[in-house]
């Protein structure tokens, strides 16, 4: 069963008040994907700590590098199912994580940010991990 809205909104909030797009259905993730060009960001969100910590915090400290993603996406674990189920199809061969971050290249995984790279980690690790992805596929 999907956490209530009011729960999620605030942790959705982080996101999109800095440019993020939510895609909630597995139509919306579809197509999407399959019209995206430039460097793409999908985040799958979580209310997971870790998320809270290091992983929203990281992820906006992310995109003041000189070099960043041309589109960004969010999709909410636990909340948006069919939309996350889809998105994860993109980012295979790497198993279900949430949080996570993938890094897409004209719609081709590029780099993969799975929740045991942020777990544990500090916000700025987070966000040191992106840039260099950034500065290396922009």
Do not use: W
Request: proline share 7%; net charge negative.
């Amino acid at each position: 069963m999907p956490y209530p809205e009011m729960l999620v909104s605030p942790m959705r909030a982080e996101l999109t008040n800095v440019g993020f797009k939510e895609l909630k259905t597995a139509e919306e993730v579809e197509q999407t994907m399959s019209q995206s060009e430039g460097l793409s960001l999908v985040v799958v969100n979580s209310v997971c700590g870790c998320a809270a910590g290091a992983a929203r915090p990281g992820i906006i400290r992310s995109l003041t590098n000189d070099k960043k993603p041309d589109n960004l996406y969010t999709v909410f674990a636990g909340q948006d199912l069919e939309a996350v189920a889809k998105a994860r199809e993109f980012m295979m061969p790497f198993p279900p994580s949430s949080p996570s971050v993938a890094l897409f290249k004209n719609g081709q995984l590029v780099h993969f940010v799975e929740r045991m790279n942020i777990e544990g980690h500090t916000a700025e690790q987070v966000a040191d991990q992106l840039r260099k992805a950034y500065d290396q596929h922009c």
